[in-house]
């Protein structure tokens, strides 16, 4: 994965959690800025921490931007 990917965090479930799909691969359940990093360093990211995340163009964020976790 490059930082040129598409990644989308979806809006929040009934717990709280929000899908991260990025390459068309749902990477996990995030429930913070923090489990997105976690997950986009695992696809190949290292580099990348939580303001890299928040500032992302390349990150669409469904149903709130990164500071909404809850319905």
């Known amino acids: ?7 989308t965090v979806y809006p929040p479930d009934e717990t709280g959690g ?3 799909r ?13 489990d997105v990093v976690a997950f986009l360093q695992e696809a190949g990211l290292q580099g990348w921490d939580e303001m890299d995340v928040v500032r992302s163009t390349a990150i669409e964020w469904r149903g709130g931007g990164p500071e909404v976790w809850a319905q």
Do not use: H, K, Q, W
Not at 1 to 7: H, L, N
Not at 22 to 34: H, M, N, P
């Open 1 to 7: 994965m490059t930082s040129e990917t598409p990644v």
């Open 18 to 20: 929000r899908r991260v």
């Open 22 to 34: 990025a390459d068309g691969t749902i990477l996990g359940l995030a429930f913070s800025v923090r």
